[in-house]
């Protein structure tokens, strides 16, 4: 790497030397990162690790999402005030799935939120699914049978 990046110095003489040097930096890291992560026959546990971020980034983009869309439709102070606890934690999984040949979501309610906020999330949700504009570019919601995710592993007893 030292031939390589000196060579690059002479050749970008007018470039900032600590510039060139965090470039290859990243690049290299951009490299090592894309080899520990692409798939190798010989190691399933990689390919493994790699489906489980990319699904766990996938949930929480979701979850960050209905939270923004439902804060938008809160309406009283009562509301405001509930909506206050509620984090991307405390939203529902949402798991893509066809159900009679359409595309919908599977909806699973954590069994840790508040009956409050539970209720509360039902009725903003009931306020977006109104709007045209939201439920055109969304799939339809099926709640799940029973409940859904355990709460966070400090709470369980």
Same mark, same amino acid.
């Given at each position: 790497?030292?031939?390589?990046?000196?060579?690059?110095?002479? =050749? %970008?003489?007018?470039?900032? &030397?600590?510039?060139?040097?965090?470039?290859? $930096?990243?690049?290299?890291? =951009? @490299?090592?990162? !894309?080899?520990? *992560?692409?798939?190798?026959?010989?190691? &399933?546990?990689?390919?493994? *690790?790699?489906?489980?971020? $990319?699904?766990?980034? !996938? #949930?929480?983009?979701?979850?960050?999402?209905? @939270?923004?869309?439902?804060? $938008?439709?809160?309406?009283?102070?009562?509301?405001?005030?509930?909506?206050? =606890?509620?984090?991307?934690? @405390?939203?529902?999984?949402?798991? +893509?799935?066809?159900?009679?040949?359409?595309?919908?979501?599977?909806?699973?309610? &954590?069994? /840790?939120? #508040? &009956?409050? *906020?539970?209720? *509360?999330?039902?009725? @903003?949700?009931?306020?977006?699914?109104? +709007?045209?504009?939201? =439920?055109?570019? /969304? /799939?339809?919601?099926? $709640?799940?049978?029973?409940?859904? /995710? +355990?709460?966070?592993? %400090?709470?369980?007893?």
């Amino acid at each position: 790497m030292t031939y390589q990046l000196e060579e690059l110095k002479s =050749t %970008f003489a007018d470039a900032d &030397p600590e510039c060139i040097q965090a470039c290859c $930096k990243t690049y290299f890291e =951009t @490299l090592r990162r !894309k080899y520990n *992560l692409s798939e190798k026959p010989e190691k &399933p546990e990689k390919s493994q *690790l790699r489906d489980a971020i $990319k699904t766990g980034a !996938k #949930n929480r983009q979701r979850k960050r999402r209905l @939270l923004d869309s439902r804060s $938008k439709v809160v309406q009283t102070d009562a509301e405001r005030e509930l909506w206050q =606890t509620a984090t991307v934690e @405390l939203m529902s999984d949402e798991e +893509d799935a066809i159900v009679d040949g359409r595309p919908v979501w599977i909806v699973r309610s &954590p069994s /840790h939120r #508040n &009956p409050q *906020l539970s209720e *509360l999330c039902e009725e @903003l949700q009931r306020r977006l699914e109104a +709007d045209m504009r939201y =439920t055109i570019l /969304h /799939h339809q919601r099926v $709640k799940a049978d029973g409940n859904g /995710h +355990d709460g966070p592993s %400090f709470i369980q007893l």
